[in-house]
């Protein structure tokens, strides 16, 4: 038998004479790179795909949305205080007649008065929310619209607490109601998990 085989490749069904990445890049119709004898057709994707846990939500809990409330909430409020404060050092130094310098310092001494005031208020209003959806959620070992509801009324409930029975109802009361119509907001979008499941089932 002659030795020949010993010092030819081997070849998988390719044509005498081309070898098998040859024979693929003429079946296929995308160029297959010279670098890696790689299809690039391997790497391309519809949409991105992300690495995660096994058991581990597909999504971000109270927990890591915590922050970006908190800080959202504090730049909020700095800002709309700050408009307040600036809207209402105008008018007093107008009924001042207040000019120059002096009236730049009243308008600073009002930004920053209010600015910060409505900032620490709604700082203050997210940080308790999120605490309470985040014991919520390790509680009940789920996080749904219930949660959001019971964080925001309970937040009512505790901020207005040293107000007397009457506010503190009152600021439950409110609570309650911009939970529910946040709830009702994710709902008309579709994104509420629990309501999705419903429909199927019905």
Known sequence: MSDDYLSKPISFGAPSGESPVQSRQQKT???ISPYLNYDPRFLQSAQPEFIFPEGASKQRGR??????QI????M????IGGAAGLYNGIKATNLANQTGKLRRTQLLNHVM???SATANTLGTIAVM???FGVLLQWARGEDDEINTVLAGTTTGLLYKSTAGLRKCAIGGGVGFTLAALYCLWGISRGTSSKFNDFKQYM
């Not at 927990?63 to 970006?68: D, K, T, V």
């Not at 800080?71 to 504090?74: E, P």
């Open 76 to 79: 909020a409020g700095a800002a």
């Open 29 to 31: 119709s995308t160029p």
């Open 63 to 68: 927990f890591e949305l915590a922050f970006s």
């Open 71 to 74: 800080g959202s909430s504090v």
């Open 129 to 131: 929310y999120s605490g």
């Open 113 to 115: 008065k209010q600015g």
